[in-house]
């Protein structure tokens, strides 16, 4: 069973910067698209950005540029690199594995 677990969340200013990490934990056979959801409250789970195994990505619409999705598959890690946050960026962050595994979400506030 494969486990995922975020790290990097927290509080920052607008125009600031985060780092999320996911670290994927168990038995892993295959290397597979990995990625960044997100929620705020009364809102709907909207997609930040995926990789594939090979190195493609993929942005929600509304990232502009500001983010980057990276990965380590040796060290079964896919980093996202937040830039230029803006106080909408604030939810929870759910990284999110190919086969519907999702980790527990990490709360990222961005204060105006």
């Known amino acids: 069973q494969v486990q995922l677990v975020e790290s990097g969340g927290g509080l920052v200013q607008a125009g600031g910067s985060l780092r999320l990490s996911c670290v994927a934990r168990?038995?892993?056979?295959?290397?597979?698209?990995m990625g960044w959801y997100r929620q705020a409250p009364g809102k709907q789970r909207e997609l930040v950005a995926t990789?594939?195994?090979?190195?493609?990505?993929n942005y929600g619409e509304f990232v502009e540029g500001r983010f980057t999705i990276s990965r380590d598959n040796a060290k079964k890690t896919v980093y996202l690199q937040m830039n230029s946050l803006k106080p909408e960026d604030t939810a929870v962050y759910f990284c999110?594995?190919?086969?519907?595994?999702w980790g527990q979400g990490t709360q990222v506030t961005v204060s105006a």
């Open positions: 999110w594995r190919n086969g519907d595994v």
């Open positions: 168990g038995s892993i056979l295959s290397i597979r698209t």
């Open positions: 990789i594939s195994s090979g190195g493609g990505t």
